[in-house]
Antibody, heavy 119, light 107 residues
């Protein structure tokens, strides 16, 4: 059973870059047909898909964040990562990593990690 | 972007009640609609994919229906563990988008 676990700093200063990693266990990130996504949830708000990466390194980003987002994959470590630059308080959220098939339903999810943007 | 609108945004119900949540897409998404359950402090859990396909291990009191722009999630007999927030998500075209969520609490 595939499990995902986010890691990274819980506090980031405004204008800096948020960096998170997602470790995948119980399965290979290199398996075909699966997409590895980042999703966030602002406090008390709905869910926002940030983007995904495929095992080949191919990415697809939400246009609302595209200019600031980079998602990368490290198949040797079985993990993928998120970088979000020039953060503001509006980027304060719980960040989740998740897997999806080509059908686009997210399952499973990591437990989530709260990132606060504050000086 | 495809906008997903859920109604109601919140509801109060009793154990044993039949509950229906609606999700409307701003354009046709065929059957590319997924439902999630989220409890406080936890990650969302996939309940139903492709509008009506119940995920393994999800109780049969949950059901999904609809196509194109209008979808429903029904809980036939609400149980204590079902009090949570439910969100829909379209996987028809990127950027994949979610509804704002429906909070189901105890009456």
């Amino acid at each position: 059973q595939v499990q995902l676990q986010e890691s990274g700093p819980g506090l980031v200063k405004p204008s800096q870059t948020l960096s998170l990693s997602c470790s995948v266990s119980g399965g290979s990130i290199s398996i075909g047909g699966y997409y590895w996504s980042w999703i966030r949830q602002n406090p008390g708000k709905g869910l926002e898909w940030i983007g995904y990466i495929y095992k080949t390194g191919s990415t697809n980003y939400n246009p609302s964040l595209r200019s600031r987002v980079i998602i990368s994959v490290d198949t040797s470590k079985n993990q993928f990562s998120l970088k979000l630059s020039s953060v503001t308080a509006a980027d304060t959220a719980v960040y989740y990593c998740a897997s999806s098939s080509s059908m686009g339903a997210f399952d499973p999810w990591g437990q989530g990690t709260l990132v606060t943007v504050s000086s | 972007d495809i906008q997903m609108t859920q109604s109601p945004s919140s509801l109060s119900a009793s154990v044993g009640d039949r509950v229906t949540i609606t999700c409307r897409a701003s354009q046709s998404i065929s059957s590319s609609l997924n439902w999630y359950q989220q409890k406080p402090g936890k990650a969302p859990k996939l309940l139903i994919s492709a509008a009506s396909s119940l995920q393994s291990g999800v109780p049969s009191r949950f059901s999904g229906g609809g196509s194109r722009t209008d979808f429903t999630l029904t809980i036939s007999s609400l149980q204590p563990e079902d009090f949570a927030t439910y969100s829909c998500q379209q996987s028809y075209s990127a950027p994949w988008t979610f509804g704002q969520g429906t909070n189901v609490d105890i009456k």
